[in-house]
């Protein structure tokens, strides 16, 4: 009988080692999935134009070379491109963090009826479910009634229109899982509304700010379609610029992956520096006690 028992139970250890083993095996073959595309844009903007375009692919690079780079940063503009870039990210951003925050905020207080609430939030959920595509022309008409064709401001207010409902969303869940005692116990203190909402709940969803911050920043970082129906030349951005290197005649493929791997630098930067509230707000209302 024992030795049954002992049998069993090495089987069963068995069965969750090899249960393990395979769990890690696919764990790996998922995170090559993911990683060789990041891979292949990275060692493309080192090889030479022959390695490049050969075939069978270069998987492993004969001969490193910085020529890709210099040629992007050769072209023209390209510094006022990257300025661009910088700047309409980082303020749309900034406002879709500010009016996106207060908004789930308020939305997430009973000040208003329930059944109100429920269809205003419906509403702007709907506003999400418009592809950009489908409204790019009237957005032109309008900016270019009001004489913003390229210009960063154009940028900034479309991208701050099409991330607000995501923000809203995203943050109002965080809002709504703060305790009520947090809020009830600075009204004691004599917070009024707005200085509960700076000094006590803000810092307190910061996990949820730099969730919200880093897929804000990803969209607007690489958004190609606005930009480049509202920009000619001024206001153009780095994705625009990207696709300046493909003509009818060739693909510069070293270019843009050369674009591609700067491109790739500040949000590595962002989500490094977020990481420690990234890796909170992720979590944030996994457990409760």
């Known amino acids: 009988m024992n030795a049954l028992l002992k049998r069993s139970s090495s089987g069963n250890l068995l ?4 249960g393990k083993v395979v769990i890690y095996i696919l764990a790996v073959i998922l995170c090559i999935i993911m990683i060789f595309p990041v ?3 990275i060692i493309t903007a080192f090889k030479t134009g022959g390695e490049v375009s050969a075939y069978p692919p270069v998987f492993i690079p004969t001969k490193i070379t910085i020529q890709n ?10 510094g006022l491109n990257l300025y661009n870039s910088i700047i309409v990210t980082v303020f749309s951003v900034i406002i879709l963090l500010m009016v996106g925050s207060m908004a789930a905020f308020s939305l997430s207080k009973s000040l208003l009826s329930k059944k109100f609430r429920r269809g205003l939030l419906i509403w702007i959920l709907v506003t999400r479910v418009f592809p950009p ?8 008409m309008i900016i270019k009634t009001l004489k913003m064709i390229d210009t960063r401001i154009s940028l900034i207010i479309t991208y701050v229109a099409y991330g607000l409902p995501f923000a809203i969303w995203l943050l109002l869940g965080f809002f709504q ?3 009520k005692e947090i809020e009830e116990a600075a009204i004691v203190e004599g917070y009024g509304f707005w200085m509960r909402f700076w000094k006590v709940i803000l810092p307190l969803t910061l996990p949820g700010l730099a969730v919200t911050a880093i897929f804000m920043f990803v969209y607007a970082w690489n958004e190609f379609m ?8 001024q206001a153009k951005t780095l994705p625009v610029v990207i696709s300046s290197f493909i003509s009818d005649k060739y693909l510069d493929w070293g270019s843009m992956s050369a674009i591609g791997t700067l491109m790739l630098i500040p949000i590595g930067i962002f989500s490094l520096f977020s990481q420690k509230y990234l890796v909170r707000g992720l979590t944030f209302g996994a457990v409760k006690g």
Not at 15 to 18: R, Y
Not at 69 to 78: E, M, P, T
């Open 177 to 179: 899982e703060l305790p």
């Open 69 to 78: 780079f210099l040629n992007v940063f050769a072209k023209q503009g390209i």
């Open 226 to 233: 606005f930009a480049a129906t509202f920009t000619t030349l």
């Open 39 to 41: 891979y292949w844009l």
């Open 133 to 140: 595509v489908t409204t790019v022309i009237p957005f032109f």
């Open 15 to 18: 069965k969750k080692k090899a």
